[in-house]
């Protein structure tokens, strides 16, 4: 979650939105256009506007290329495709480049075929990303001056190809699971979409096997599932929170392989919460329906999850998918700090695709329908929360931490003198061994099937 003082400096970018982006992979004299933004380095965020030519807006999407020409071959880093619904709306063009000096092309696709040529060139413009761009992060490109009367060819040969991104990856520390996805997938949710090609469960291992061409959301991730769940082991799965990826939870992940399988929910936390939870519950009820399934969250990710909760419920009361639920600092009772997002002028709104902000306001509609209807009794849950600060873990305060709506329904609340970020056991202080501790024997009691008292006395001492 943001602190107080973090919102506003966020909500600064809101003007710099960006659409969706893709990934380009390269060879000699041509570029393929895929559609996954992965391993892109570290670069800076690069957006601008358009200019139509006449006024004429397209009447398809438009795909913006960022070129590095070289002698005999064009080097293609990033590419965002944006849809020509969002071309309306004013929406910017957004790519992903290392400083350095590239060219901007802008394809339409004119024949409505979904597919982009070499001689759909519709605009093009040189630009120059200086050598210390990364602190500030984003620089405001060129206006693209879009001519959709006057194609050209650009010079090479262009090919949409499909690329899949795998279900399981080595590990945590993977430059997918990369902390720069947190940021864009809050400040750009469609962003953080594209990066995962609109997958949200992953896992640890090797993944070789091609994406399943199902177009039913459910059949295709229970296929997915199919060969990767062991169900002699309990499974795990994690939810991070706002601003943050799977990585965040490289430390507590690290479980006993004989008896726990880790997956982890990887989402772009910008997205709302109503929504973010039904996708959960999907993911849940389709896991659990292959072995027995715990529920892990820090910050935010609690929030998705006591919705996901809620979903499950109703659907299915009486057989309830998940054995338990573990939350870390999650703030049941809102964030103060997200009323700020109430002074952005309704007019720019729409822009704001960080719907979660506003859902974490404590007075939100969000915030009180989540407590309103059904909720899964009799299932086992540990309450854990940071109180490094007195009132709090710095980020979220005690009453929200603690907020009877959520804490009455645990079967032990656990309070560690850690702050919010220390709550997901980075780090060598006596209370992270003891919130280690607890959270181990936690996931031992539920996966037993045997919840009672775990907090340390320890934990909760500096």
Known sequence: MLSAGETPRHAQSLLALLASALLLLCGTGCCWFSNNLVNTGDGVDLYGEFEFAGGVQPSTDLVVAVVAPCAKKEHCYDVNTVEKDSLSGGWHYGVIVPPGDYELLVFADRSGDGKINRNDLVGRAPVHVPKGAEAAGMVEGPALKVDLANPTDA????????????????????????????????????????????????????????????????????????????????????????????????????????????????????????????????????????????????????????????????????????????????????????????????????????????????????????????????????????????????????????????????????????????????????PVAGLRGDFQLALDNLASGKPGLICSDKAAKP
């Not at 910050?299 to 909760?309: E, P």
């Open 155 to 430: 010079g090479f040969h262009v090919d949409l190809k499909e690329r899949h991104v795998p279900t399981l990856w080595p590990s945590l520390r993977d430059r997918f699971f990369d902390k720069k996805w947190g940021l864009r997938g809050l400040v750009w949710p469609a962003w953080g979409l594209r990066h995962t090609d609109n997958e949200f469960l992953f896992g640890l291992g090797a993944d070789s096997e091609p994406r399943p061409a199902e177009k039913d959301r459910r059949a295709r991730l229970a296929k997915r599932l199919a060969k990767k769940v062991n169900a002699s082991k309990v499974q795990v799965l994690f939810v991070h929170g706002v601003q943050d990826t799977p990585l965040g939870f490289d430390a507590l992940s690290q479980l006993d392989p004989a008896r726990y399988q880790p997956w982890f929910f990887f989402y772009p936390s910008g997205l709302g919460l109503a929504q973010l939870g039904e996708e959960l519950a999907m993911v849940v009820e389709t896991l659990a329906e292959k072995a027995d399934t715990l529920l892990v969250a820090h910050s935010m990710g609690g929030l998705v999850s006591r919705q996901a909760l809620k979903n499950l419920a109703a659907g299915n009361p009486a057989k309830f998918p998940l054995k338990g639920y573990v939350s870390l600092g999650t703030p049941y009772g809102g964030m103060d700090s997200a009323n700020g997002m109430n002074n952005i002028p309704v007019s720019l709104r729409p822009y704001v695709k960080r719907q979660s902000l506003f859902d974490v306001q404590p007075e939100g509609p969000f915030i009180a329908e989540l407590y309103q209807g059904a909720y899964p009794e009799g299932l086992p849950f540990y309450l854990f929360w940071g109180n490094a600060r007195g009132d709090g873990d710095g980020t979220v305060s005690k009453a929200s931490a603690t907020d009877p709506r959520a804490a009455s329904r645990a079967v032990d609340v656990c309070d560690y003198y850690l702050d919010h970020v220390g709550m997901l056991a980075n780090g060598n202080e006596p």
